[in-house]
């Protein structure tokens, strides 16, 4: 069984960038491909961005790329998702997921999920 909790939202201006992390415990960190979510009031939830274990490979919704950044440490069993140029349409609640199959934007591949973080973007 693998634990996720995300850390790193608040309430930011727009324009403004926040660094979340994700800390996994109970399982192979590196062996998971971990994922980004969020899902904003009145919305589904949706992708955001995904790594593979070893962090060769990435996946970014269109929203998002050139805006935000996915990283891993293995070495410390986290996951940090960078955002700069946060907008307003970027308020959500983010969540972290894990996964162990290579299907980044298909939510039912991952098994494991935290409970999010709140990001607000003000205009």
């Known amino acids: 069984q693998v634990q996720l909790v995300e850390s790193g939202g608040g309430l930011v201006q727009a324009g403004a960038s926040l660094r979340l992390s994700c800390a996994a415990s109970?399982?192979?960190?590196?062996?998971?491909?971990m994922g980004w979510f969020r899902q904003a009031p009145g919305k589904e939830r949706e992708f955001v961005v995904a790594?593979?274990?070893?962090?060769?490979?990435?996946k970014y919704a269109d929203s998002v790329k050139d805006r935000f950044t996915i990283s891993r440490d293995n070495t410390k069993n986290t996951v940090h998702l960078q955002m700069n140029s946060l907008k307003p349409e970027d308020t959500a609640v983010y969540y972290c997921a894990a996964s162990r199959y290579w299907l980044p934007m298909t939510q039912n591949s991952y098994l494991y999920w935290g409970r999010g973080t709140q990001v607000t973007v003000s205009s």
């Open positions: 790594i593979r274990g070893n962090g060769d490979n990435t």
């Open positions: 109970g399982g192979t960190f590196s062996s998971l491909i």
